[in-house]
Structure formats: structure tokens, C-alpha cells
């Protein structure tokens, strides 16, 4: 037993450390081993993270370049501000003018928005502007009429440094050049006066033509009623509701309709002066001139109700002054209440009247408005 552990041990030392050690490749594959299973489970998190890291960058980008957007813009706010107020202390008519333009485009803007707004719901909904409730009809009336005046400050713009003379045109013309966005409070009331100073010009044309037409009619109970309602408004009066609505077939099937006008009549000073009283132009031939009253008369009359089944109670202040001028009586210089009283008459007599009787109700414009601030005897 001792010799053979004395071999033992000598035949160990004889081999060496060698023989000690584990195998060098064993452990050289272990170590191979570990090394690979660790690098591979920290690349396979570090995989996982990488979306996150990059998610969490982007985020950070985006909230980086939506603070510096908005620090611009505040920065840009306060210079705005500086200058409007170096403006407004320096020169004033100047900022006068340049807030007005300001705010008229902003307002332009936002009009033309809803514009598109209501253009998509006739499109979708196959709507015609007939079918509108009041507000939605009387935009898209104002709107038009406000594109058909831009058109020629628009074609004068269009030559090359024209935008010079553009400028010098819309100063010293706004009333006829500018659309009502770009008018300030006090021109608003200064142009409503001339526009109506212009529209109550012709009304005395109007009512001597309709006193003469009275004559030549073959009927003696009609033409003595409307020669009454001539000579009672001639006379400073405003006449009654059931006064109109008596004389009402005189207007739909007689030379006093719109669409049955004879030729001499259509060309008359009667029929151009109420084409002043609408805002349309007079000089247009006698074809084109009956076509435009009948189909602003009618467009009126739909308005009319719309307005009705809206309710008057639900307008404004400056949406009721607003239905009275477009229907011929100057509300800038009138109350409230006489503006309230003076539009339900009219909408009394609108909403009775068919659409073959549109020239009373173009003729109304006149002989209600003649004398609206007196009442009614």
C-alpha cells in the first residue's frame, strides 16, 4: 500500500503540472462558451432597448423643436407687439390703417373658411342655397357680392409692379375699391350713408313712374287704389300693409310685372332706378336688366324665409340692421326697436307675396323706406 502510493505520487510528479491542470482545449471551449452566452444575452438587451432609446430621442427631438417653434413665435408676438405700439404712438393714421387691414384679413380669412364649410355641406347633404338656414344664405350672398367687387382691383394687380398703383388706388378710393373687411368703424358708417344717399335718389324716380303707370291701366278700382298709395307716399306717409296687399294682382299680371314689362317700360328710368335701389349696376341692356332684378328680388324673398323661420327674435344687433339696409331702408342713424318694427312689416308682406308678384315686392322697397321715420297713417 505505501510503495504503491510512493508510485503513485512519483509517477505524478514525473508527468508534471500537466497532469494537475484540467485539459487546456476543456477549458479553452468553457471559457469560449461562457463568454458567448454572455455576450449574447447582452446583445439581445441591448437589442430591446434600442426602440426605446430611439423612441425616447424622437420624443425628445419633437418636444425640443415644439418648444423652439413656440419661442420663436413668442419672440415674434412681442416684436409684433413693439411695433404696433411704435406705431400707434408715432404715427396714428397709419396704424389706423394698418390694423384695419390686419383685421380684415384675419376676418377675410376666416369667412372664406366658413365659406368652404358651408359649400361642402350643400355638396355632401346636395343642398341648394334656397335650402340654407338664414345665416348660411345671407354668407353666401355677401360673400359673392363682396368676390364680384375684388374681381377688377384683382385684374388691375396682375401687371408686374402694378401692386404700387394697387395701393395708391385703394387709399384715395376704398369705398368703391375695398370690401367691407377692410373699411374702419367710421368709414363703415361714412360708405352706408353715401350708398344710401345714391339708393334714395332714384326712389322719387321710381314713385313718379309707378304714379304714371297707374294712369294707363285699363282696370278703374285698381288704378284709383294704386294712384291712392302713390299720393299718400308722395305726401310724406308710409302706407299700411293691407294698402300693398290690395294692389297686388296689378303686379303679376299687368305691365308693372318684371317678367312681363313691356319694352318702353323695362328701359324706363323706373326700372334703371331700381336697379339703383337693389345696388345692381343701370347700365346693362334691357334684357339683362330684367333678368338681374327678378332673380335679386326672388333671392330676397327667400331670404325672407329663411328669416322667418329663424325668428327676429334671434338676430343681432348688427345682423337686424344689417336685414334692413339690404332691404332698402338706412338703419345706420335708427333705433332698435323702429329697426324690430319696420323689418316685421316687411317680412308680414314678403311671406304673402308669390314669387310672379316679385315687383311689388321691389316696389315695397321704395314705398316703405320712402318715409320710415314717419308711422304709418
Known amino acids: 500500500m505505501a510503495l504503491s502510493r510512493v508510485a503513485a505520487r512519483g509517477g505524478l510528479w514525473r508527468l508534471g503540472p500537466a497532469a494537475l491542470s484540467p485539459p487546456r482545449g476543456r477549458m479553452q471551449l468553457q471559457l469560449a462558451l461562457g463568454v458567448s452566452s454572455r455576450s449574447g444575452s447582452f446583445s439581445a438587451a441591448q437589442v430591446r432597448s434600442q426602440p426605446r432609446r430611439s423612441q425616447g430621442r424622437s420624443l425628445s427631438s419633437r418636444a425640443a423643436s415644439r418648444a423652439l417653434v413656440a419661442a420663436v413665435a413668442a419672440a415674434a408676438r412681442r416684436v409684433s407687439a413693439r411695433y404696433e405700439r411704435y406705431l400707434e404712438r408715432s404715427f396714428p393714421r397709419f396704424y389706423l390703417l394698418y390694423s384695419t387691414f390686419k383685421t380684415g384679413i384675419q376676418a377675410l380669412f376666416l369667412e372664406a373658411k366658413e365659406i368652404r364649410r358651408i359649400k361642402s355641406k350643400m355638396s355632401q347633404q346636395r343642398l341648394s342655397s334656397q ?22 382691383i384683382g385684374i388691375i394687380a396682375i401687371p408686374p409692379f402694378a401692386n404700387f398703383l394697387v395701393i395708391v388706388l385703394m387709399y384715395f378710393f376704398p369705398r368703391q375699391l375695398l370690401i367691407r373687411y377692410f373699411w374702419t368703424p367710421k368709414q363703415q358708417l361714412e360708405f352706408l350713408d353715401a350708398y344710401d344717399c345714391i339708393r334714395r335718389d332714384s326712389y322719387r324716380d321710381v314713385l313718379r313712374s309707378l304714379a304714371l303707370a297707374a294712369r294707363s291701366l285699363p282696370e278703374p278700382q285698381p288704378r284709383q287704389l294704386l294712384q291712392q298709395l302713390c299720393a299718400q307716399v308722395q305726401g310724406g306717409a308710409r302706407p299700411h300693409l293691407a294698402q300693398l296687399l290690395a294692389v297686388r294682382s296689378l303686379f303679376s299680371g299687368s305691365l308693372l310685372a318684371l317678367n312681363r314689362l313691356q319694352v318702353d317700360h323695362v328701359v324706363s328710368s323706373a326700372q334703371r332706378a331700381l336697379s339703383q335701389v337693389l345696388f345692381l349696376t343701370p347700365h346693362l341692356p334691357a334684357f339683362f336688366l330684367r333678368h338681374r332684378l327678378r332673380s335679386h328680388v326672388l333671392e330676397i324673398r327667400h331670404l325672407d324665409r329663411a328669416l322667418l323661420q329663424l325668428g327676429l327674435g334671434q338676430l343681432s344687433e348688427e345682423e337686424l340692421r344689417a336685414a334692413c339696409y339690404l332691404r332698402g331702408l338706412n338703419s345706420t342713424h335708427l333705433g332698435q326697436a323702429e329697426c324690430r318694427a319696420w323689418l316685421e312689416q316687411w317680412l308680414r308682406l314678403s311671406c304673402q307675396l308669390q314669387a310672379s308678384e316679385a315687383s311689388l315686392l321691389a316696389h315695397s322697397m321704395v314705398l316703405l323706406s320712402l318715409n320710415s321715420s314717419r308711422p304709418p297713417e
Open 131 to 152: 335650402q340654407l338656414p338664414y345665416r348660411e344664405m345671407e354668407r353666401l350672398r355677401q360673400f359673392r357680392r363682396d368676390v364680384l367687387k375684388a374681381i377688377p
